[in-house]
C-alpha cells in the first residue's frame, strides 16, 4: 500500500499492466523516454524499451489506427492521447473501426484497446486542453467510457479496461491528476465497469456526477449536511455500459436527483441518466430533476473556467431547490 | 535498401495491350499452371461482378461496387501474398479476396447485407473492407507492427483507391510505416476516377506513387491491367518487407469501367468515348490473348472456364438467397463480448416485439 495520486495511480496500474500481459503495450506522443506530457507512463520506456513503449509521430488517428491494427492481431494496446480536444480525429477510428470491428465480423475481429486521454478543465491551459467530450463517446455502440475519481478507481478501473475484450475510452479528470492522494494497493485487483460507486450515504438527495466534479459533488454534500440536509453521492465512474440500476436504486430512497458534469448541458450525458430516472422512476421522484452543468458555450479560456464549470455553490443551490420543491 | 524508386516514369509491364510480351517474364510466369490460376481467378471475378450486378438490379443485392476492369489489381497481389499474410482490402478488391478464400457465397452476402459476409471462414486475420475510404491504412501499419514485433514474418498488405490518397489517414499511415520500417506494402489502385473526380482534380502530384517519397519509403508505378506485372511487383515489394527493408508504396494504374457502384451513373461526368478508348486495354482479354498466343489456351478451354464459373457463381447466389437473414438478437450479441445489462434489456424488448425468441 502506498500513497498516490491519480496520475500516479495510471502509472501504476500500466506497469501492473505491462509486467502482467506481454501483449500490453503502450503507444502515443511522448510517452516514451518523456514519459509523457503528465508523467502518465513515466518510466515504462525504462522498464520494457521501445517495442513496448512506442513514440509515435504527431498523428492523433493514425494513433488509434495502429492501436486497432495491434489490437486485431491479438496485442492490448493502450493509446495515449495528449488532450482531449486533439482526441476529436480520433472518432472516426473509434466509431467506424473499434467500436464495430466484433460485430461487423461476427466476432471474428475484436479490439480490445484503450484509448487513454486526460479530460476537463481547471488547469489553466491554452484553449483546446479542457474539453469535457465524454457523452460524444458514450454515444458510439460498442465502445466503453471510463471516468476514474480518485487514485483508487483509476487504478482499479484501469486494469479492467485493459483487461476488457472491447474498445474502452478512459478519460483521465486533469485536474484530479495530483489533487489528491490515497492509498492503492498495487495488488492487481481490477474494479468492475459497470458499476457506480455509492461514495457517501444520504437519504434527502442522490448527486450524481463523475470525473472532476466528484469533488464538487462531495463537497457540497458536506456542506449540505451542515444545514441538516442528507446527500447520497455517487461515482458514475463507467458511462457506458450505465449501471442504471445503483441510480435508480438510490433514487428510490432518496426521491430527489441532482446531476452534475462539465461538459455542455444540451445532450450532455446528464440528460441520458435524467431520462432513465425520468421513464423508470418517476414515481420515486419528489421533485424535478435538477442538472448543473457547463454552459451550452465554447469552453472559455482559462481567465474564465473558474466561472464556466460548476461550482460547489450551483450544487448546493440546485440541491437546495429540489428539497424545497413542493 | 529501397528496391524501386522510379515514383514517376511509365508503369512496370511485362505484357502489352497487344498481349505482347515486353520484357523478360518474371519465373512464375513461364509457369502454365500459374497463368491459368490467375486468369482463372480474373474471370470468376468477372462473372462474379456480373451476377452481383444483375441480383442488384433485380432487388436480391444492396449497392455494389462493380470491379470491371481492375481484376488484375486484386488477383495480382493477392497471388504474390502468402496465406498468413493478412489483406486490408478497400471495397473493390474481389479478385483479391477471392483469390485468398473468401467465399463466394461470403460475398454476396456481404453485398447482400448480411455481417456475415465478413466471417470468413478462410482467411481468418483478412480485414473486412473498408467503406470509409482510407480509413484502414493506420490499421494496416499496426498489423504490420504486430508482425515485427512478434519478429514474424509476415506482412499486411493495404489496398486503396486514388482518391484515398487525398486522406489524412493514408498520409498519417504512410508515415508511420516508414518512420517503424513496418513490413506492409500499400497498393493504390489507381482507376482514374473517385465517383466523379478524376485523378487530376486528386492530386497536382504528378504520379500517386510519388506520396512514397515523403515518407521515406520505396514508390513505384505498375501497370495495374497486366496481372503478370502486379504479382511480380507485389511479391518484391512483399519479399522487401520480409527481409525488414520496410514498407512499399506501389501505384496499380488500372481505369473503372464501371460506374463507381449500382447506385451511379457515370454517364453525367465522363464521356462514353474515354470508357471505349480503356476497353483495349482491359485485363482479362489482354492475359487470355496472351495465353492463346502463346498456345496454352484454346476456345474449349475457354468454354470449359466460362461454364464452370458460372456454375459456382450461380450456386454461390442460390446459397445466399437461401440464407435467411440474422435473427434480430445477433446485432445485440456481437456489440460486446458480453452482454451489458442495459443492453440485455434493449434486447429482450426488440424481441419480444420482433416476436422472436429472446
Redesign the interface.
Known amino acids: 500500500m502506498s500513497e498516490v495520486n491519480l496520475v500516479q495511480a495510471v502509472n501504476l496500474a500500466l506497469r501492473r499492466a505491462m509486467a502482467d500481459d506481454p501483449r500490453v503495450?503502450v503507444l502515443g506522443e511522448d510517452v516514451g523516454i518523456d514519459g509523457g506530457v503528465f508523467r502518465a507512463t513515466d518510466g515504462l520506456f525504462q522498464l520494457h524499451g521501445e517495442?513496448r513503449v512506442i513514440d509515435?509521430?504527431l498523428?492523433e488517428?493514425?494513433i488509434?489506427?495502429?492501436?486497432?491494427?495491434?489490437?486485431?492481431?491479438?496485442?492490448r494496446?493502450v493509446a495515449e492521447i495528449q488532450f482531449t480536444g486533439f482526441a476529436y480525429?480520433c472518432i472516426?477510428?473509434m466509431l467506424?473501426?473499434a467500436a464495430r470491428?466484433?460485430?461487423?465480423?461476427?466476432?471474428?475481429?475484436?479490439c480490445p484497446l484503450v484509448l487513454r486521454a486526460p479530460a476537463g478543465g481547471g488547469i489553466r491551459a491554452v484553449e483546446h486542453h479542457s474539453e469535457s467530450p465524454e457523452a460524444m463517446f458514450a454515444h458510439i455502440?460498442?465502445l466503453?467510457v471510463v471516468i476514474p475519481a480518485s487514485p483508487a478507481r483509476a487504478y482499479g478501473l484501469l486494469l479492467s479496461a485493459i483487461r476488457?475484450?472491447?474498445p474502452v475510452v478512459f478519460l483521465e479528470p486533469t485536474r484530479l491528476y495530483r489533487a489528491v492522494r490515497e492509498d492503492v494497493a498495487d495488488d492487481g485487483s481490477g474494479l468492475p465497469l459497470?458499476r457506480c460507486s455509492v461514495l457517501r450515504s444520504g437519504s434527502d438527495v442522490t448527486i450524481v456526477s463523475w470525473g472532476a466534479m466528484m469533488k464538487e459533488a462531495g463537497e457540497a454534500a458536506e456542506r449540505l449536511a451542515e444545514e441538516g440536509i442528507d446527500a447520497e453521492v455517487i461515482d458514475v465512474a463507467t458511462l457506458k455500459?450505465?449501471?442504471?440500476?445503483t441510480i435508480l436504486d438510490s433514487v428510490s430512497r432518496t426521491g430527489r436527483l441532482v446531476i452534475v458534469h462539465e461538459a455542455p448541458l444540451t445532450a450532455g450525458f446528464g440528460a441520458e441518466i435524467a431520462a432513465r430516472v425520468a421513464s423508470r422512476g418517476l414515481t420515486y421522484l419528489l421533485a424535478p430533476i435538477e442538472r448543473v452543468a457547463g454552459y451550452d458555450t465554447v469552453m472559455p479560456y482559462p481567465r474564465t473556467e473558474a466561472r464556466y464549470m460548476p461550482d460547489v455553490e450551483r450544487v448546493i443551490a440546485a440541491v437546495r431547490r429540489v428539497v424545497a420543491y413542493t | 535498401m529501397m528496391a524501386v524508386v522510379d515514383t514517376i516514369g511509365a508503369p512496370k509491364r511485362f505484357i502489352d495491350a497487344s498481349a505482347v510480351a515486353i520484357a523478360t517474364l518474371p519465373d512464375f510466369a513461364n509457369d502454365t499452371t500459374e497463368l491459368i490460376m490467375l486468369y482463372r481467378a480474373m474471370v470468376l471475378t468477372r462473372t462474379f461482378d456480373a451476377k452481383a450486378i444483375s441480383l442488384q438490379r433485380t432487388g436480391r443485392l444492396g449497392t455494389y461496387a462493380s470491379s470491371l476492369g481492375q481484376e488484375a489489381v486484386g488477383v495480382g497481389l493477392a497471388a504474390a501474398m502468402r496465406s498468413d499474410d493478412?489483406l486490408l482490402p478497400s471495397f473493390r478488391e474481389h479478385g483479391a479476396q477471392i483469390y485468398r478464400g473468401v467465399t463466394l457465397k461470403e460475398l454476396f452476402l456481404y453485398w447482400g447485407g448480411d455481417?456475415?459476409g465478413?466471417?470468413?471462414a478462410g482467411p481468418?486475420?483478412d480485414?473486412?473492407n473498408c467503406v470509409?475510404v482510407g480509413?484502414?491504412?493506420?490499421?494496416?501499419?499496426?498489423?504490420?507492427?504486430?508482425?515485427r514485433?512478434r519478429s514474424e514474418k509476415r506482412a499486411?498488405v493495404c489496398v486503396f483507391g486514388d482518391g484515398a490518397t487525398s486522406k489524412?489517414?493514408v498520409a498519417?499511415?504512410l508515415?508511420?510505416a516508414g518512420?517503424w520500417k513496418v513490413p506492409a506494402v500499400f497498393v493504390v489502385n489507381n482507376n482514374g476516377w473517385a465517383i466523379s473526380v478524376p485523378v487530376a482534380k486528386q492530386t497536382a502530384a504528378a504520379t500517386l506513387a510519388q506520396k512514397a517519397a515523403a515518407s521515406g519509403m520505396a514508390g513505384l508505378r505498375v501497370d495495374g491491367n497486366d496481372v503478370i506485372a502486379v504479382r511480380h511487383v507485389v511479391a518484391e515489394a512483399l519479399a522487401a518487407a520480409r527481409r525488414g527493408d520496410g514498407p512499399t508504396l506501389i501505384e496499380a494504374v488500372t481505369y473503372r469501367l464501371s460506374d463507381h457502384t449500382t447506385a451511379d451513373d457515370a454517364s453525367r461526368y465522363r464521356d462514353d468515348a474515354e470508357v471505349s478508348r480503356h476497353w483495349p486495354d482491359e485485363p482479362v482479354a489482354r492475359l487470355r490473348n496472351y495465353l492463346v498466343k502463346s498456345g496454352i489456351w484454346t476456345r474449349e478451354k475457354e468454354d470449359a472456364l466460362l461454364h464452370e464459373c458460372g456454375r459456382q457463381v450461380e450456386q454461390a447466389a442460390l446459397d445466399f438467397l437461401a440464407t435467411s437473414p440474422l435473427p434480430l438478437t445477433?446485432?445485440f450479441d456481437?456489440?460486446?463480448?458480453?452482454m451489458?445489462?442495459?443492453?440485455a434489456e434493449q434486447r429482450d424488448e426488440a424481441t419480444r416485439r420482433a416476436g422472436e425468441d429472446p
Open positions: 503495450i517495442n509515435t509521430p498523428a488517428a493514425g488509434a489506427g495502429v492501436a486497432i491494427g495491434l489490437a486485431a492481431q491479438g496485442f494496446p480525429t472516426d477510428q467506424n473501426h470491428l466484433r460485430t461487423r465480423t461476427r466476432g471474428r475481429i475484436t455502440p460498442g466503453k476488457d475484450p472491447d459497470e455500459p450505465l449501471d442504471t440500476a | 493478412v455481417e456475415r465478413n466471417d470468413f481468418r486475420e480485414f473486412p470509409p480509413s484502414h491504412a493506420p490499421h494496416a501499419v499496426g498489423v504490420a507492427l504486430a508482425f514485433l499486411a489524412g489517414d498519417e499511415a508515415n508511420m518512420v445477433a446485432i456481437q456489440t460486446y463480448a458480453s451489458p445489462a442495459d443492453l
